[in-house]
């Protein structure tokens, strides 16, 4: 990845250097100084609508909670529509990048870059305005990534009618400005979470054979969870289980009765995941046996894996290619284990996901969620300038008459 790295030339125009960069920054500025968590995004989809009113663009918005839907109509209406997608919502926590347009809004923070795909959309829409694309593009600006799957309700408010293809992108520090990772097939992992409720006898701390200790057991579920992965799992099926948060007892001196722990699960083969969803029921039944506790375990299905279509993938490399160069242009070897709502879109509609990166050469890499996440500013026009010309050339290769 270093030697990837390093191709990146300094002298490559990916810069924007005219009014609509400087719009760009202050717009997403001005997101990022005003993060709002899932589904509660009024002020921001307020903003996006304000943008799109002065472009001139159609929208469809059913309120707080929705999808912003632009419609960029283009020379041919009666074709299909190439989708676009940025995320609208922050996360809870509070800012530590002591940047000037830092969050003003108490526990509550842009560190997923969020705020940089939302100003990229818009300045996708500058573009595809000042000069109309072959047929409609679809500019979607969807609630709550981060939790609850926005996707779904950007879904039901209409945003993929007639959509041929749908593309979207994530700022990352995985690579430097300039680079843009364009991967076929899985690009991010399934995730589910899962909490298991172990339920034993409480006590007197000095009197353990009067009771069932519930953190023991959680204990022992902890480190033999592992081997789900480290001994049932073939090393090259991706998959990884977490415990997250453990939850146990009210004294020092006190056995207690009842302990609960939440993990998450990571994986990206279908038969793996089956198998490390029954191995944990396994291991639970087997540990309330061996302990003598009572022990229930509730699932709750997270994202599926995103999975790039190969028509799709080919034309984002094609258009990043055309913007960047070859050389800078970069694949993952492996996916990621990170997951994303983008892959409710692909259910419905082919499409593919990239990477921008969007970190200065000499800049430590944070990573995503991390409260001193920021961005290098310049991948705004990275990411704006690769959306008009996704779309653009989406519509030659991809898209037909709605029939
Ligand atoms: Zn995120
Ligand atoms: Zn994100």
Redesign the pocket.
């Known amino acids: 990845m270093n030697e990837q790295r390093e191709r990146v030339s300094s002298t490559h125009p990916y810069i924007l250097q005219d009014g609509l960069f400087n719009r760009l920054v202050s717009l997403r500025r001005w997101f990022h100084q005003h993060p709002e968590i899932a589904f509660e995004e009024a002020n921001t989809a307020g903003r996006i609508i304000a943008e799109l009113d002065r472009l001139g663009v159609a929208y469809d918005y059913a309120g707080v909670g929705h999808a912003v839907i632009g419609r960029i109509a283009g020379q041919d209406a009666g074709r299909m529509a190439i989708g676009l997608r940025a995320?609208m919502d922050g996360?809870p926590g509070n800012e530590s990048t002591g940047a000037v347009y830092a969050s003003v809004n108490p526990g509550k923070m842009h560190?997923?870059?969020?705020c940089a795909h939302m100003a990229m959309l818009i300045g996708a829409a500058n573009l595809l305005v000042r000069d109309s694309p072959p047929g409609p593009v679809t500019l979607i600006f969807q609630p709550a990534?981060?939790r609850g799957g926005g996707a779904r309700t950007a879904i039901a408010d209409g945003a993929l009618g007639n959509m041929a293809a749908i593309f979207a992108g994530?700022v990352t520090h995985e690579y430097v400005t300039g680079q843009i990772m364009v991967r076929d097939g899985l690009v991010t992992a399934q995730s589910d979470r899962f909490v298991i409720r172990i339920r034993g006898k409480g006590g007197h701390g000095a009197r353990p054979h009067e009771a069932i200790d519930a953190i023991v057991v959680s204990g022992f579920l902890i480190t033999a969870l592992q081997t789900l992965v480290s001994r049932e799992t073939n090393p090259f099926h991706p998959v990884v289980v977490t415990i997250g948060k453990v939850r146990a007892g009210s004294a020092a001196n006190v056995i207690a009765e009842e302990a609960e722990l939440e993990g998450s699960i990571r994986s990206s083969k279908p038969e793996v995941r089956k198998h490390i969803l029954h191995g944990l029921e396994r291991m639970i039944g087997a540990a309330a046996e061996l302990h003598n506790a009572k022990i229930e375990i509730s699932f709750a299905a997270g994202y599926p894996p995103v999975v790039n279509e190969t028509a799709a993938t080919g034309v984002a490399r094609a258009a990043a290619i055309d913007l960047i160069g070859d050389g800078n242009v970069v694949a993952a070897e492996f996916p990621s284990m990170?997951s994303?709502d983008f892959s409710f879109y692909l259910e419905h509609v082919r499409g593919a996901f990239v990477r921008f990166g969007a970190r200065q050469p000499d800049w430590e890499p944070i990573p995503?969620?991390s409260p001193a996440f920021d961005i290098d500013e310049n991948v705004l026009a990275i990411g704006a300038r690769f959306y008009d010309r996704v779309a653009r050339l989406a519509h030659d290769r991809l898209a037909t008459h709605v029939n």
Do not use: Q, S
Not at 111 to 114: D, I, P, Q, S, T
């Open positions: 995320e996360l560190a997923c870059g969020h990534e981060e994530h990170g994303e995503l969620h």
